[in-house]
């Protein structure tokens, strides 16, 4: 009975296309009884297909957005009918071709209603058939490329290509192009959209960038309009400009404002233009004015203006203080002008440790251009003589003198003791670039010069002169005691410690001993010299005598 019903079931056409096993499988469908072995085998066979053709894509197509068009490759799959799953091309008429059904027009319509389409036509011949379509080939298109290329022309594309693509095909840009002012137009000349490629390379609006279409043609026209931004924006430079672009626009194409831009009065400069394109002889100057973007305030820019953001100085420099010597963390700290003051950074450099001499200790405040401990020939003078005047010259005295007294009113006047001790009128406020030096103790006082031992005498609490003298072995035999000093090196003073009785001889400080200078070697030698001169004259004129 059931094979006298299939020849009355199945089309004829269809009929010579089918195996038995699938004809069966139809009668079984038509007549709304499932074989599921068979459906089981003919899932397998579908399922080892070959594989969908790889092509580049920015993401999954959208069968409900994508429309198909001639040349684009699909594949035709029917749930439990293998004979007509297949691969299928949409000829050059909008049309699919299925074999042992006919043709199926999908002209203009999506994936996903040409899917329904195919569909209801298998519908007539098949039960509630189960259909599936899927895009495999993007179809090729033609699209012509006019204007400032390096090679115009026609140029091959895909359906799903962007305008930036199709013109990198045709060389690229010139540098006279102009990036914002694409225009894309139909076959008949028609306008359909605008690229604007410069907004798509900096931001990566692909709104800016649209796919092109069969027949498309892409003018590239020549830039002539520009804007110029400079200042605190990430990447100041000219812009082309578009009519409609405001000063967000601006700022959004130079890739944003830097943290230190001052937003509420960013100066946009506009140049008066009279009736025309061309400014007039009494229009050549700018009209400042000052747009409060924070606020707000974004308006259109015109061709021509010259927008600069200005920033906050010193934003997020780091203003630094440094402090070395008898610390436990010695190093660069960060302050907060105003707010940072000296034990702030002696507490955290760690303290001051016990080896350190609170007298010496110093905070030194750059003043001026440069710093005393940079200057290569206060060096050079520092060591030619370091405590007499005697070894310079005139002018290297002068220099050395004008350089120490500079030094020294870069030092702060601080009692570290005090401060130490806890008075607050010591704790001074920190500037940038402040250095503070705490030095080691040194323990004892340097004598040097005319004594029987040079050298470095232990401190004696309280001791004066003399017994730092007396320990030195006493004044030798030249000493030029008048002219004795002691010198501070803090301070860099000279104090005559027999006139100054009120000074108190520190851990640190030098007792130097001049050289009497001695005139009666210098008289004898002269004498010497003279008597020489006579003695060799007489004695000449005796051998002239002798020898007429």
Known sequence: MAAVLLPALVPASLRAQLTSSELYSTFQNKVDVADTLTEKLMAGRRSGGAPLESQPLEGAVDPNVYVLGPGDGVFLNVYAVHGLDQDLTVTPEGRLLIPSLGRVDVSGLTIAEAEKRVKAALGKFYKSPDVGLSLRRLRPIKVSILGEVLSPGIQTATALQRVSEVIDKSGGFKTTSSLRNIQVRTATGTLRTKA????????????????????????????????????????????????????????????????????????????????????????????????????????L?????????????????????????????????????????????????????????????????????????????????????????????????????????????????????????????????????????????????????????QGNVGYIEGGTWQDYIAKAGGFSSTADRSAMRVVNPKTGSYIDPRSNSGYKIAPGDMLIVPQEKHEFWKDFSQVATLTAQIVTIVATLYILWKHP
């Open 301 to 453: 820019l015109r061709e021509g203006d010259q927008i600069f953001v200005r920033s906050y100085g010193q934003y997020h420099v780091p203003r630094l203080v440094a402090i070395g010597g008898e610390v436990p963390f010695p190093g660069r700290f960060p302050i907060e002008p105003g707010v940072t003051r000296l034990k702030d950074i002696i507490s955290r450099a760690g303290g001051i440790l016990q080896t350190a001499s609170l007298e010496e200790a110093v905070v030194i405040r750059k003043v001026g251009v440069g710093s005393w401990e940079e200057d290569p020939e206060f060096k050079r003078i520092t060591n030619l003589a370091p405590m007499r005047k005697e070894g310079m010259t005139d002018e290297e005295y002068s220099y050395y003198a004008a350089r120490l007294d500079q030094f020294f009113r870069s030092t702060m006047v601080v009692d570290f003791q005090a401060l130490m001790s806890g008075d607050e009128t010591q704790n001074i406020l920190l500037r940038e670039n402040d250095s503070i030096s705490i030095p080691r103790a040194f323990g004892y006082v340097t004598v040097s010069g005319s004594v029987n031992k």
């Open 196 to 299: 604007d490629l410069f907004r798509y390379y900096a931001l990566g609006d692909l709104s800016a960038n649209p796919i092109v279409e069969a027949g498309d043609v892409i003018v590239v026209n020549r830039a002539t309009q520009f804007i110029l931004v400079s200042g605190s924006v990430a990447s100041a430079q000219r812009i082309e400009f578009v009519d409609g672009d405001s000063l967000s626009t601006a700022i959004a194409l130079c890739r944003g404002l830097l943290p230190s831009a001052i937003k509420d009065s960013i100066e946009l400069a506009r140049f008066p233009l009279s009736g025309g394109l061309i400014p007039a002889e009494k229009d050549n100057f700018a009209d400042w004015r000052n747009v409060d973007y924070a606020h707000g305030d974004n308006p």
